[in-house]
Protein backbone atom coordinates (compact mmCIF):
# COMPACT_ATOMS: atom_id res chain seq x y z
CA UNK A 1 0.00 0.00 0.00
CA UNK A 2 0.60 3.96 0.01
CA UNK A 3 3.97 4.61 2.06
CA UNK A 4 4.81 7.87 3.22
CA UNK A 5 8.53 8.74 3.66
CA UNK A 6 9.45 11.87 5.19
CA UNK A 7 13.33 13.26 5.88
CA UNK A 8 15.09 14.71 7.93
CA UNK A 9 13.84 13.17 10.90
CA UNK A 10 15.06 15.48 13.17
CA UNK A 11 16.15 19.03 12.35
CA UNK A 12 18.22 21.45 14.73
CA UNK A 13 18.65 25.04 13.32
CA UNK A 14 19.56 28.64 14.59
CA UNK A 15 17.34 30.90 14.86
CA UNK A 16 16.93 33.31 10.93
CA UNK A 17 18.24 29.60 9.40
CA UNK A 18 16.08 28.46 6.83
CA UNK A 19 13.88 24.56 6.96
CA UNK A 20 13.20 22.65 4.97
CA UNK A 21 11.69 19.13 5.63
CA UNK A 22 11.04 16.29 2.52
CA UNK A 23 7.74 14.37 2.13
CA UNK A 24 7.94 11.28 -0.61
CA UNK A 25 5.29 8.88 -1.57
CA UNK A 26 5.83 5.24 -3.05
CA UNK A 27 2.85 6.17 -5.40
CA UNK A 28 0.61 9.15 -6.74
CA UNK A 29 -1.52 10.85 -4.38
CA UNK A 30 -4.47 12.91 -5.09
CA UNK A 31 -3.76 15.21 -2.04
CA UNK A 32 -1.03 15.84 0.36
CA UNK A 33 -1.05 17.92 3.15
CA UNK A 34 0.44 19.17 6.08
CA UNK A 35 0.38 19.73 10.14
CA UNK A 36 2.58 21.29 12.76
CA UNK A 37 2.33 19.64 15.73
CA UNK A 38 3.64 21.88 18.91
CA UNK A 39 5.85 20.14 22.15
CA UNK A 40 3.27 18.28 24.31
CA UNK A 41 0.01 19.43 21.60
CA UNK A 42 -1.96 17.79 19.10
CA UNK A 43 -1.47 18.20 15.15
CA UNK A 44 -3.06 20.97 13.70
CA UNK A 45 -3.65 21.08 10.17
CA UNK A 46 -1.62 23.94 7.64
CA UNK A 47 -2.52 23.13 4.18
CA UNK A 48 -3.71 20.83 1.12
CA UNK A 49 -1.96 20.41 -2.19
CA UNK A 50 -3.60 19.10 -4.55
CA UNK A 51 -2.79 20.05 -8.39
CA UNK A 52 0.85 18.79 -9.86
CA UNK A 53 3.23 21.26 -9.29
CA UNK A 54 1.28 23.45 -7.00
CA UNK A 55 2.55 26.06 -4.41
CA UNK A 56 1.32 27.27 -1.77
CA UNK A 57 2.89 29.85 0.43
CA UNK A 58 1.86 30.94 3.98
CA UNK A 59 3.97 33.60 5.38
CA UNK A 60 7.38 32.51 5.82
CA UNK A 61 6.10 29.17 4.49
CA UNK A 62 5.88 27.60 1.24
CA UNK A 63 4.82 24.49 0.48
CA UNK A 64 5.48 22.83 -3.01
CA UNK A 65 3.57 19.41 -4.44
CA UNK A 66 5.73 17.75 -7.19
CA UNK A 67 5.35 17.42 -10.38
CA UNK A 68 4.39 13.75 -10.49
CA UNK A 69 2.22 14.14 -7.29
CA UNK A 70 4.45 12.11 -5.29
CA UNK A 71 6.64 13.94 -3.14
CA UNK A 72 5.97 17.93 -1.48
CA UNK A 73 8.15 19.96 0.61
CA UNK A 74 8.13 22.19 3.19
CA UNK A 75 10.38 24.90 3.26
CA UNK A 76 10.34 27.75 6.12
CA UNK A 77 12.44 30.96 5.87
CA UNK A 78 14.08 32.69 8.41
CA UNK A 79 12.85 29.85 11.51
CA UNK A 80 11.99 31.43 14.40
CA UNK A 81 11.64 30.02 18.05
CA UNK A 82 7.60 29.77 17.37
CA UNK A 83 8.10 27.57 15.19
CA UNK A 84 9.61 24.73 16.81
CA UNK A 85 7.34 21.06 16.77
CA UNK A 86 7.33 18.15 14.70
CA UNK A 87 6.16 19.22 10.66
CA UNK A 88 4.13 16.07 9.19
CA UNK A 89 2.82 15.32 6.16
CA UNK A 90 0.10 12.85 5.02
CA UNK A 91 -1.67 11.30 2.37
CA UNK A 92 -5.27 11.26 2.36
CA UNK A 93 -5.89 8.47 0.42
CA UNK A 94 -5.22 6.09 2.71
CA UNK A 95 -5.09 8.37 5.94
CA UNK A 96 -1.09 7.71 6.65
CA UNK A 97 1.08 10.12 7.85
CA UNK A 98 4.93 10.62 7.21
CA UNK A 99 7.03 10.10 10.72
CA UNK A 100 7.51 14.02 11.09
CA UNK A 101 10.34 16.08 11.06
CA UNK A 102 11.58 17.54 14.50
CA UNK A 103 12.21 21.40 14.14
CA UNK A 104 14.41 22.67 17.46
CA UNK A 105 15.30 26.32 16.73
CA UNK A 106 17.99 27.87 19.01
CA UNK A 107 17.93 31.84 20.32
CA UNK B 1 -18.05 25.59 13.73
CA UNK B 2 -17.51 21.96 14.33
CA UNK B 3 -15.50 20.90 17.39
CA UNK B 4 -14.15 18.13 18.82
CA UNK B 5 -14.14 16.81 22.33
CA UNK B 6 -11.71 14.18 23.32
CA UNK B 7 -11.50 12.75 27.44
CA UNK B 8 -9.80 12.55 29.57
CA UNK B 9 -6.47 14.57 28.93
CA UNK B 10 -4.42 11.99 30.89
CA UNK B 11 -4.83 8.70 32.40
CA UNK B 12 -2.53 6.12 34.37
CA UNK B 13 -3.60 2.81 34.50
CA UNK B 14 -2.50 -0.20 35.72
CA UNK B 15 -1.81 -3.62 33.64
CA UNK B 16 -4.69 -5.42 33.23
CA UNK B 17 -7.60 -3.12 33.87
CA UNK B 18 -9.87 -1.57 31.06
CA UNK B 19 -9.82 1.17 28.73
CA UNK B 20 -12.34 3.36 27.42
CA UNK B 21 -11.97 6.94 25.91
CA UNK B 22 -14.27 8.87 24.26
CA UNK B 23 -14.79 11.54 21.98
CA UNK B 24 -17.26 13.00 19.99
CA UNK B 25 -17.93 15.97 17.22
CA UNK B 26 -20.13 18.38 17.05
CA UNK B 27 -20.99 21.14 14.50
CA UNK B 28 -21.20 18.33 12.05
CA UNK B 29 -22.96 15.59 10.67
CA UNK B 30 -21.99 12.12 8.90
CA UNK B 31 -18.10 12.66 9.98
CA UNK B 32 -15.56 10.29 9.39
CA UNK B 33 -13.85 9.36 12.51
CA UNK B 34 -10.31 8.27 13.45
CA UNK B 35 -8.10 6.83 16.39
CA UNK B 36 -4.45 7.55 15.95
CA UNK B 37 -1.90 6.47 18.77
CA UNK B 38 1.57 8.34 19.12
CA UNK B 39 4.60 6.82 21.04
CA UNK B 40 7.04 9.56 22.49
CA UNK B 41 8.87 11.13 19.97
CA UNK B 42 7.68 9.12 17.29
CA UNK B 43 4.62 9.66 14.43
CA UNK B 44 0.76 8.82 14.26
CA UNK B 45 -0.11 5.31 13.73
CA UNK B 46 -3.36 4.76 12.80
CA UNK B 47 -5.37 2.09 14.74
CA UNK B 48 -9.10 2.47 13.22
CA UNK B 49 -11.39 4.60 11.16
CA UNK B 50 -15.16 4.76 10.70
CA UNK B 51 -17.25 6.41 8.31
CA UNK B 52 -20.43 5.73 9.94
CA UNK B 53 -22.54 4.40 12.86
CA UNK B 54 -21.38 0.91 13.58
CA UNK B 55 -18.68 1.02 10.53
CA UNK B 56 -15.12 0.49 12.05
CA UNK B 57 -11.70 -0.77 10.35
CA UNK B 58 -8.91 -1.65 12.32
CA UNK B 59 -5.71 -1.06 10.76
CA UNK B 60 -3.38 -2.79 13.28
CA UNK B 61 -3.96 -6.06 14.97
CA UNK B 62 -3.76 -5.27 18.61
CA UNK B 63 -5.09 -4.99 22.30
CA UNK B 64 -7.57 -2.60 21.37
CA UNK B 65 -11.02 -2.08 20.17
CA UNK B 66 -13.43 0.82 19.32
CA UNK B 67 -16.94 1.48 18.40
CA UNK B 68 -19.29 3.63 17.09
CA UNK B 69 -22.60 3.80 18.86
CA UNK B 70 -23.77 7.26 17.65
CA UNK B 71 -23.05 9.37 14.48
CA UNK B 72 -20.74 11.70 16.23
CA UNK B 73 -19.24 9.65 19.20
CA UNK B 74 -15.92 7.39 19.04
CA UNK B 75 -14.81 5.30 21.84
CA UNK B 76 -11.37 3.34 21.87
CA UNK B 77 -11.75 0.54 24.24
CA UNK B 78 -9.61 -2.55 25.89
CA UNK B 79 -10.23 -4.90 28.21
CA UNK B 80 -7.17 -6.06 29.54
CA UNK B 81 -4.26 -3.22 28.98
CA UNK B 82 -0.91 -3.82 28.24
CA UNK B 83 2.42 -1.88 29.25
CA UNK B 84 2.37 -1.36 24.92
CA UNK B 85 -0.32 0.23 25.16
CA UNK B 86 0.72 3.40 26.81
CA UNK B 87 1.05 6.64 24.36
CA UNK B 88 -0.49 9.77 23.11
CA UNK B 89 -4.06 8.71 21.52
CA UNK B 90 -5.52 11.50 19.64
CA UNK B 91 -9.16 11.25 17.35
CA UNK B 92 -9.80 13.05 14.85
CA UNK B 93 -12.46 13.92 12.01
CA UNK B 94 -12.76 14.62 8.58
CA UNK B 95 -15.62 15.66 6.48
CA UNK B 96 -16.53 16.34 2.94
CA UNK B 97 -16.39 19.94 3.21
CA UNK B 98 -13.09 20.62 5.16
CA UNK B 99 -9.71 20.33 4.63
CA UNK B 100 -7.47 17.62 6.24
CA UNK B 101 -8.25 15.72 9.42
CA UNK B 102 -9.13 18.26 12.57
CA UNK B 103 -7.75 16.23 15.84
CA UNK B 104 -8.79 16.53 19.59
CA UNK B 105 -6.16 17.54 21.95
CA UNK B 106 -5.74 14.10 22.64
CA UNK B 107 -5.54 11.59 25.81
CA UNK B 108 -2.04 10.43 27.19
CA UNK B 109 -2.40 7.06 28.41
CA UNK B 110 0.42 5.38 30.89
CA UNK B 111 -0.01 2.02 31.44
CA UNK B 112 1.99 0.86 34.70
Known amino acids: GQQVMQIPQYQHVQEGEDFTTYCNSS?????IQWYKQRPGGHPVFLIQ?????EVKKQKRLTFQFGEAKKNSSLHITATQTTDVGTYFC???????FGAGTRLTVKP | SQTIHQWPATLVQPVGSPLSLECTVE??????LYWYRQAAGRGLQLLFY??????ISSEVPQNLSASRPQDRQFILSSKKLLLSDSGFYLC???????????FGSGTRLTVV
Open chain 2, 92 to 102: AWSGSFNYGYT
Open chain 1, 27 to 31: TTLSN
Open chain 1, 49 to 53: LVKSG
Open chain 1, 90 to 96: AGQDDMR
Open chain 2, 27 to 32: GTSNPN
Open chain 2, 50 to 55: SVGIGQ
